[in-house]
């Protein structure tokens, strides 16, 4: 008998796998390309439901403070930071000012603050001070080389040129300053294009409103802010046909209104969607600063280099006309080089307008002479005092 074949015998140890009819198997190939897709739901109705508790989970173990003016938490304020402008508006401001976010009061042309409308000194000298909290830190630093000096702020945070020429407008006839200061921030300078501050602070939005100027053949257009104090906007803020028609009025005009940002929706309500909309957020404000500044410096297509030039040599004049000394001080803020200088030095020098540009003695590329939070330290803020006291000096001396 012949040996047997190994390949022969192997498959004959090796049971066979049962037949399946071919509608059998057409049943089973069913079943498989069934099982991905619901698989695939599970997997992302599973994470959907992970999401919600986190979601809901982060809401509880950071809720943000009440109180408008309260502090919260790192951990709060980041989960908080996406809220819709609107949102946080509307949690900043409340029926009285005493309920209301201390920020929210600031930089309103009709404030109802009392200010001095004269020296203290009966032989000092009242400051007219137009601009921001830089501006602020400079001539605070200025009353204290100088006792014999008043100093009457006029301010908003971060207040742009158009804020700062109109609130001079508004004040113009209310003291006897013999001098007065205009801060304009480099930073600053793009929100000429805006008539709200909460559209160009996302995260801590200001509700201050002020007029949009534009130069058109060699004429100022003006536009309206519609609002001009705080129970303006209060009022307004809780009548939703005034709400509604206000927004439309600020998208038309505002160019930084973004409605993704601005308006308020259920996503506020969401941990998640907050975290997506602040990085929306900073994705526009990223865009726009991109649209009117660069490493270059200010971009001259926005119009909004004219628009300055023309607003400084206009406040000089009207200054001037009042028989008082303008001094405007030409803020170059981290980031931004001397771009400002660059663009109103050689139009401050034909007007013969005395003004102190930073640029010369606190480069921003020197880290060392910024604080944390972006503003100059202090020994920054006396040299420009100094610069200030000198101005004002030479004047008197040609009196």
Known sequence: MPPSNSSTSNSNLTPKAPEVSPVEAAKGGVKASKSAPIRAAWLMLWVLIWLLVMDIGINVLFPYPKAPDAKPSRLQQYFEYGRSTEGKIRYMVGDTNANTASVSLAGWMDDGKTRPTTAANPDGTLIAVYGQSFTQHACNTWSKQNDSLTMRMILGPGAPLNHSYAMYLEDRDKHDAKVCVLGILASSLPYLDTIAGMTWSFERPYTFMFPRYSVVD??????????????????????????????????????FFDPTTFNACITDQSAIGRMLRRAWGQRHMQAMQAKYHTVDGFNPQTGIIDTARYLVVDWAKKVREDGRLPIVYVINDRGFADHLYQELGDTLKQNNIPFVSTHEYAPTADLANFQSDGHFVHAVDEITAQKFEAIFKASLAQE
């Open 218 to 255: 060699g004429k100022l257009n003006v536009i309206d802010p519609t609002i001009h104090s705080m129970q303006q906007f209060r009022d307004t803020l809780n009548d939703p046909a005034k709400w509604e028609k206000l927004i439309s009025h600020v998208s038309e005009h505002d160019a």
